[in-house]
């Protein structure tokens, strides 16, 4: 809660931003929060700001106060209850908070209830789900119109405030501090339900709240001991992400799963938490972090459908069966869950859905049937082709099923004589048919409508085409196989859907229909056998009703198709014409490519979808032979070969070419394949292949002050490497100063996938950035550079690493500062302290944003090496062998380290004589000493 007192004194300031004097009433605000474990507490500036007062808005005092008495007044709200074990077939309700500590103070007590009930009651009697149970402790079946689940419960299906509140679900922000804490955020846009009839409820990157917060939907079950089901939390959700936004599940406040790769799904989860005798209540959130939210062109948004708990229990749960809510009804008796009335049928109370009439129709999630439309656009029907014969052909137009929402009338009759238009990709007709090119190294050139032979620069491949008006491309499906290639589809609907999910309708395909909010996605899985491309014809129903930027779900309407290759946002610029082509290059190998329809607009004609056409995939297995320049990083020299191989490494080749350029003299390309040839860093040398730079094994030589200064840094090389833990949990590094990781250092990493630091298709990595939170770990620097601060201070940085998450054209950069510490002794550890810098918040969240990490090591090695002239020699006394330890040490005042390293010499013949003498007047002295 917040506590404000005005009408104080007037003040009187300057503002510098308007050059203007302002007067005003000074005016402070409390914000009370919660903490069960404060005691009364005292106010505090805020976390996120930490000052009391904002510099641009004087006299205005704001104040966080932890305490107890933040907390509301304890009432039956606070608690639940659970049956104690069965002693003598006798059990008791015994009462507990559903937090710990509890979240309140003061007010009721929490109940004790002595009376012992029966364990044969009713009262406790179970029942297997779909059934209730009865006075006489028998079971029945649930009435239509009700379901059961036995000692379980679903949260879904129809999300309403009331519901959050019945279901003890709260909903609020976390703001992650620089310190490492969190602090709740009340105030803040978090999880929210965007329909009164909503069937879910959601979070996106278009709520109130920043790129350092976190929206929780939290909810706290208390599970049964010795229950007769297995105690589990199932929950159904859909994530879409544009830079790896995650959303994360805790139990007790323990991360166990995060998900951070688009999945409109959607996905069912099921968990089961560990119960004990002390831990049989769970407090468990959905955690939500858009980040830098700003910068997103597309919804990003985390939803769940539903929560369903297994093996819990509240007073009588089995004794009774839960109604439906409206809407929603049962399929007979002895149902476990309830389902919206399907098309074309509206509800009607208490528990049918009436059919609409043969001039009507009506969407999922409809409340009224509605007259058909009455004409039937192009749009709305399925254009069939016939064999083409003397270049003829008949085209038949047929209403488009799933579902039918118009009149069929005679503007779309069928066409008798309709031209039979081009062959697919790479053929040509011959006749009545369409031909491949067959000569050996062939391929069928368009623009000459000739078949030509493949030249030096150039590859064959092959390449197949989906979804046209070609000759001979007719699908009223999704294919398995076309020409031999095999494809991988999946295709669903998710949400407030009328149709089953994208509708395949031979020379298109659209997104089918939803009345509400809903995700139609299809996937399709390819293995590319060359480099090569995809490309796609792609219409957007009305990019005129999409926001530029939206604020609120339930004030705006919103409509969007995306695409994804290997789960990376691939964007999309349609034209004033709704409509555009969109080709992306492709590797060699197996990749899976989504399109994905996000419509959040009540849409009752059925007429918002996206539509897709001539889908190209070329690089294939099987199918056309088409002609194509060798990708950036390939060259093909011979003129009998139809294949490019990849520029060598220490070569490159960035334009289309019969051969591999010589990287320029100083530049390098550390992997075959490379388009382009990085610059070593200062300090650093090419190799003479100019695969690598060099960094003379550590050693680096700057001009300071009109002298050459030398840093001397191999005992880093000689550790292993290095890891560092950042304030975020999830976050750390993995260091190795002087050479680039190597597999074994990379062993350790909880992620999945580590190609990224150091595997066989990246650079390899000096540093490597882990993120358990998100699953994945980049390469954060593969070039090395040194510089000189000063004559106490180096820097040692490392860039060009990956740029997944990054702002666009950013690559990952690590800073390190090498602060002189020449009171670091240990020579087993190469640092004293070793820790990432954090600026300012604008400045952290900039650097984040940029993926550019600085950190600061103190280190005897951050000091320069004593010149000739900084460091004198010292000798220790002979010692009974006639050896004497000789070492350099720094001059007073020079802030360096001595050159050399300690050594033994042989003592000079008065220094043995005067060893001798020593020991014949003290015969047990002989220690060795420094002068």
Not at 189 to 211: K, L, Q, T
Not at 566 to 581: C, E, G, L, Y
Not at 610 to 629: D, P, Q, Y
Not at 758 to 776: I, L, M, R, W
Request: hydrophobic residues 30%; negative net charge.
């Amino acid at each position: 809660i917040s506590i404000n007192y005005n009408h104080g004194m007037r003040c009187s300031y300057s503002d510098a931003r308007t050059n203007s004097t302002v007067t005003k009433i000074r005016s402070s605000t409390i914000r009370f929060i919660c903490d069960p474990v404060a005691g009364v507490g005292y106010p505090t500036p805020p976390v996120a700001t930490g000052m009391v007062e904002d510099p641009y808005n004087l006299c205005e005092y704001n104040f966080e106060w932890l305490s107890l008495y933040g907390c509301h007044v304890c009432g039956p709200a606070d608690w639940d209850w659970h049956w104690s074990d069965c002693e003598n077939n006798t059990r008791t309700k015994v009462y507990y908070y559903t937090s710990n500590p509890p979240m309140c103070h003061s007010g009721q007590s929490l109940p004790v209830d002595n009376t012992k009930y029966s364990c044969n009651s009713a009262i406790y009697h179970v029942c297997p789900s779909g059934q209730h149970s009865t006075p006489n402790s028998t079971c029945e079946l649930c009435p239509a119109g009700t379901y059961s689940l036995s000692q379980g419960e679903r949260i879904g299906d129809l999300w309403t405030q009331s519901l959050l509140s019945s279901a003890r679900i709260t909903t609020f922000c976390e703001q992650y501090n620089k310190n490492g804490t969190t602090t709740i955020q009340k105030d803040c846009e978090a999880w929210r339900i965007d329909d009164p009839e909503g069937g879910s409820i959601s979070i996106d990157n278009f709520s109130h709240f920043d790129s350092d917060e976190a929206a929780i939907l939290r909810v706290v079950r208390a599970f049964i001991r010795n229950a007769t089901v297995p105690a589990y939390i199932e929950f159904t959700f859909s994530l879409v992400t544009e830079f790896s936004e995650p959303l994360i599940f805790r139990d007790n406040f323990n991360v166990i799963k995060t998900w951070n790769v688009t999945t409109p799904g959607p996905i069912t989860y099921r968990y089961y938490p560990n119960l004990d005798e002390n831990n049989f209540f769970h407090t468990f959130d959905f955690v939500y972090s858009s980040f830098y939210s700003g910068k997103a062109k597309n919804m990003r948004s985390a939803t769940l459908w539903s929560i369903v708990f297994s093996g819990v229990r509240r007073p009588a749960s089995s004794a009774h069966c839960e109604t439906c809510p409206v809407g929603f009804v049962t399929n007979g008796t002895g149902s476990t869950s309830c389902s919206r009335c399907p098309v074309d049928t509206v509800y009607k109370a208490p528990n049918s859905c009436v059919p609409c009439s043969v001039s009507e129709y009506a969407l999922v999630g409809d409340t009224v049937c509605r007259p058909l439309r009455l004409d039937c656009g192009i749009t709305d029907y399925v254009s069939t082709y016939s064999p083409c014969v003397g270049n003829t052909r008949q085209i038949t137009y047929e209403p488009a099923t799933d579902p039918i929402i118009c009149h069929a009338n005679n503007q779309f009759s069928t066409e008798l004589n309709a031209p039979c238009g081009n062959c697919p990709i790479g053929q040509y007709v011959k006749g009545d048919r369409c031909v491949s090119c067959t000569g050996a190294s062939q391929y069928y050139d368009s623009v000459t409508s000739t078949c030509k032979t493949v030249t030096t620069g150039m590859q064959i491949i092959n390449a197949i085409e989906l979804f046209s008006s070609a000759r001979s491309a007719d699908y009223n499906h999704f294919p398995d196989q076309v020409s031999g290639t095999n494809l991988n589809w999946t295709n669903g609907c998710v949400g407030d859907c009328s149709s089953s999910g994208w509708r395949a309708q031979n020379d298109r395909i659209d997104s089918g229909v939803s009345y509400k909010k809903g995700y139609s996605h299809l996937t399709l899985t390819v293995n590319f056998t060359h480099h090569g491309y995809i490309s796609f014809i792609a219409t957007n129903p009305d990019s005129t009703i999409i926001p530029a930027k939206k604020k609120r779900m339930s004030e705006e309407d919103y409509v969007s198709l995306e695409f994804h290759v290997d789960s990376t946002p691939i964007p999309i610029n349609f034209t004033q014409s709704h409509r555009t082509t969109v080709s992306v290059p492709v590797s060699q190998g197996i990749h899976t490519f989504l399109w994905l329809h996000t419509q959040d607009s009540i849409n009752p004609d059925g007429n918002i979808r996206s539509e897709l056409s001539t889908i190209i995939l070329a690089g294939v297995g099987s199918g056309a032979a088409i002609g194509m320049a060798c990708p950036v990083g390939y060259f093909n020299s011979n003129p009998n070969s139809d294949s490019c191989q990849p520029c060598p490494a220490g070569y490159y080749s960035n334009t289309t070419s019969n051969g591999c350029v010589r990287c320029p003299v100083g530049e390098v390309s550390l992997v075959p394949g490379s388009s382009t040839c990085y610059p070593c860093g200062e300090g650093t040398t090419a190799n003479e292949n100019q695969t690598a730079c060099n960094n003379n094994q550590c050693v680096f030589h700057q001009q300071i002050d009109g002298a050459v200064r030398t840093w001397d840094l191999r005992p880093f090389s000689y550790y292993t490497p290095m890891t560092l833990k950042t304030s975020d949990d999830n976050l750390f590094f993995i260091f190795s100063l002087c050479a680039p990781l190597s597999p074994s250092d990379l062993k350790s990493l909880p992620t999945s996938d580590k190609s990224y630091c150091g595997g066989p298709n990246s650079y390899p990595a000096f540093v490597c950035q882990e993120d358990t939170a998100k699953h994945e770990s980049y390469n954060a620097g593969s070039l090395m550079y040194f510089t000189a601060g000063s004559k106490t201070e180096a820097i040692v940085g490392y860039n060009h690493g990956s740029s997944e998450g990054c702002e666009r054209g950013m690559n990952r950069t690590t800073i390190i500062r090498l602060v002189c510490d020449l009171d670091h002794r240990d020579v087993n550890i190469p640092y004293s302290t070793f820790k990432l810098d954090l600026g300012s918040q604008e400045q952290e969240e900039d650097d984040l944003k940029r993926c550019v990490h600085t950190f600061t090591i103190h280190t005897r090695y951050g000091c320069r090496v004593c010149g000739e002239n900084e460091q004198e020699r010292e000798e220790g006394s002979c010692t009974i062998e006639g050896k004497k330890l000789v070492r350099y040490v720094a001059k007073k005042g020079e802030r360096c380290v001595p050159s050399g390293e300690e050594k033994w010499e042989s003592c000079r013949e008065v220094e043995v004589n005067e060893l001798n003498n020593s020991r014949t007047r003290t015969p047990e002295t002989h220690s060795v000493f420094f002068r």
